[in-house]
């Protein structure tokens, strides 16, 4: 069991490196995305060694929203896992929670027992962003994870999923989809998650912008809510919409589950459906062939969080990089499994 | 003093011509009425005479569809009832309208709260509210405590006391004495009188004629919406006369005579040492099938809550109570339904009626398992019964769709008691079987009452009105704190002896 | 007065009591048709107006493939899970109750149902067993919340605010989180397929629909429910136990609640914790613009049928016109006070003339 999760955490590790120097042409927020840190280079880095030999023991505290999501659960469940691998962490985790306001209470428990670092994935980016500079301001680095503050002081690194990337590898995708098979006017549907959170803009706003690329647009768009009963009740309206529809993207496989049993329901299956996340069942389907592809969004953003956190307690730097800090911000790739690769993504694949 | 008002002539009040109309129903069809400063102005009519839309009106509740409303000579409107308050009027209503969960001062300055900067003025608050409550005789009223937790007869006080606690010209006071036992309505005269001695004056509405009398200076008789007479002397007129304005016949206002009932039958319900604590105790009695049992008591004497515990909705805590010689479970309704107890209560609307629902679901409320097979209801069978009680009772208006809340108070016990008839009850729990029903209405009540007993079933009467428990039972039980002080034939008992065991305390 | 009128052999049994003076009574047959066109399409006539005219916006936007029957049958079948709940729901709310729960409850018996230990039992004996537990999950939960309300006499909104807590924390720990797959296909397969090509979904819905309607207005319990929610105190001195017809008022809706999670298994392929999210909001929201009364005593099994159908298809008429979320909700809210407005009016017409 340790071990596949071992080499797992290894290849996202090595992936994060690359994603971070490619990010360039993905990333939504144009200021630096270099690693320069004010302090200069006085501290030293242990560049080149390696990092997974045991130091000294840090006490790492860890807040996420509550599990209430096959997703959400992956990440809470790969943080605990990273934590585990390593004798010299000692990790605090509080009770997931969808309330920004008991998560800032939780961070504030962490602050005055004088944690080492933090691993935070905000229920809201915006509303832990205060308590999370305090946090830094006591000294504490603050590892920010998926969800981004609103100030560049409240966090020493920043690790976020591309939600911008994914959008642009589902409709780049997709264009290539059209391009193979020759489709002539191709009826591109989007169902989307839920509408008011910027990461589902995100990804709607790579997907148009990618599939603009190759002059195509979205057709029909709908909103679900994560959810597999919202994800089949928006899907049931779309099909109705739509008679005839050649490809859609759903951003989420959780409530990818849902589309299938619509898509099921009424009988449809001349849409070639990718999807995204990549959960388990998503994998499976693939493997199947009952679904084209899905755009990763890995859910060990956290475990990531927590290896660098730990980096950053002892004083370490990125072993795989010339620099000898840890990066201020990581961007991981979106990668697109299709049944060509799936294989070798099943591992990453999470139970939704 | 109410001379002096007479003397000042001028009306405070003058309408003319009023007339208000709702969705089907016109309910004022020409109402005029003069007040003068200083008088006691008496409003009599029946339940649904108008007297109610009329205060309404007044109050600036209802905007009147047409006529004129003329205040010390200049012409008014009062579009809702913020302007009738500045122009001095007060409103009692009878359902009080206090607010349970606020103290006794809060409510009697709700909406004009004394305040500075939007703060209230707790202090200033409460020791205003102390004066009122001591002008109106009742210094014992402490103003922090809950409305809630008063007695009916306290909340009256508050009731006024917020009245007063405005600047008042004409003070609106609807069946005030409904609540409250004689000494406090003595007290609450003598307010009048204090009231009207300094010029203010008051529209009285009562059903009784005895009060009207003594407090009245002149009496205007609504019926059907409209006046029928207006600036009759309150003392002199004649209690005939009033009745065959109100009424449009003559109406004796006596109970029927009857012969004694078997006394040698066997009782169909026994009341055998029944008791709660705190409450009543120790009350035993029979009542004969054809036989009525009037219980007499001021208000507080335990007499609701003993026919409340005997109906099951109170559990006994001691004795038992049997029909036809089987014990009824206590602290069961059903079970005392089911025995053949049937009780018209106290509050006929709160407790009694669902005044959204129609006339006939009303009735057939307590009957439905004898119209149902498996739950389904047979609805001809329930509606024909329905209706023919209900006309059998003499229910106005006739038929069995209209919504509860229309009907009149008399016709609402009516309907109280044609459940239980249809429900086949041979024991009928009356309490205050004439509250709020009018002096036309309640003589049909007599009649009723005594044609159940004649066919047998077995009544107990509760009332506050001595001569009604006397001129309807046929044996009466005194009662005081809780306890029973006489039991003997109604016969032998006259008003005045029966106030004369409860003022005394002890049995004659 | 007539002495017949208390005679000692008095079975209550309609015509025979009546005393010989009493009115002649219109045929039943008749009363009820003129009573069903008067009161039911009267009371309603607001709710069939706003609906027919959302149905004139989508066929003006959409066209055929608003019109199609398809897309209807897609309308009945997405309007089908929510109106169950909505009908059970008019119950408890008709009784003077609320239930905040049942989107919990909903959540609860789906998972219950497709465990591992359910989904083997349901293998080795038939899938009915699934169907079995979601119900009796369901009305377990409705039973709790009954006797908590009428027994241990807390407020509804409290009593159903822990449930809705503590069944979807209960789901989650159940499920672990995870959705939960339905392996076994026959079950999808009959709850998925039609009758002569009406969805089998869409059959549940009205016969839960009739079903409501003939208890809600032609039987003892129906009556009992009304007179509880318009006073109860008057029904309790009536002879009626009030605290055992609240309990079954909240059963019913736990059963309810079990059969629209056998409905969404079918429909999703799964059961899991997230379920049933907001259903309490959105089954209110349709018993209320039906016309039953939030305070009680007075519903209408019509009208929240209504209220689920223009939900519904609202949404579906806004997805087909592409239209996002954001505009959704908002036409969402002002097309509820619309209705309900027009509701209103017309109802108070219908009062005051008849």
Redesign the interface.
Known sequence: MTTPIRKRSAFVAAAAALALLATGCTSNTPETEDTASESGGEQSGNAGSSNDEQGDTVVIGFSGPAADHGWLAAINSSAQEAAAEYPDIELRSAEGTNDASLQISHIETFINEGVDAIVLLPTDGAALTEVATRAMQAGIPVVNVDREFSSEFAARTTILGDNYGMGVSAGTYACQLVEENDIADPVIAEIAGIDSLPLTQDRSQGFADALSECGQSVDNRVAAEFTVESGERVTANLLQAAPQIDIIWNHDDDQGVGVMAALDNAGRDEMALIGGAGSANAMRWIEEGRMEATVLYPPTQAADGIKLARLLAQDKGMSDLVQVEVPRRIVLNAPVVTQENVAEYMDLGFES | MSAQGRANGSPLLHMTGVVKRF??VVALGGVDLEVRSGEVHCLLGQNGAGKSTLIKVLAGVHTPDEGHILWNGTEVTFPHPQAAMEHGIATMYQELDLVEGLTVAENIFLGHELSRFGFPRRRATQERAQELLTQLGHPGISPTTEVGGLSAANQQIVSMARALSRDVRLIIMDEPSAVLDSAEVDQLFDVVRELTSAGVAVVYISHRLDEIREIGDRVTVLKDGATVATGLDAKSTPTAELITLMTGRSIEYVFPTREAPDTAATPLLSVEDLGRDGEFHDVSFDVRPGEIVGIAGLVGAGRSEVLETI?G?RRAERGRVRVGGTVVPPGS??K???AGIG?A?EERK????????SVG?NI?????????RA???????????S???A??LEVRP?GVDREMRTLSGGNQQKIVLA?W????S?VLLLDEPTRGVDVGARSEIY??IR??S????AVVVVSSEIPEVLGLADRVLVMADGAVLHQGPAAELDEHRVLDIILRGEAA | MSNELTSPENEVTGHDVAPADAPAVSAPGTAGLAGFLGSGLGRNLGLIIALLLLCAVGFATAGDRFASADNVLTILRLGSVIGVVSIGMTFVICGGGIDLSVGAIVALSSVWATTLATQTMAENVHWVVMVFTAIAVGAGCGLINGVLVAYGRVAPFIATLAMLAGARGLAEIIAQRRTQIIRDRDFITFFGGDVLGIPVLVIIFVLVSVFGWVLLNRTTFGRRTLAIGGNAEAARLAGIQVRRQTAMLYILLGIACGIAAVMIMARTTTGTSTHGQLYELDAIAAVVIGGTLLSGGRGTIVGTVLGVLIFTTLTNVFTLNNLDTSTQAVAKGVIIIAAVLLQQRVAERHRSSG
């Open positions: 969705p089907g109906f909705a309704v059903a005392a339904v089911a009780l209560p709160s407790q009694a009626l669902v005044l959204e629902h679901d057939s409320l307590a009957s439905l398992p004898a119209f149902s739950g389904w209801i047979d609805r001809g069978a329930e509606r024909a019964s209706e023919s009680y006309s059998s006739r459940r008839l249809q429900r086949g041979r009649t009723l044609t159940l004649e066919d047998g079933c």
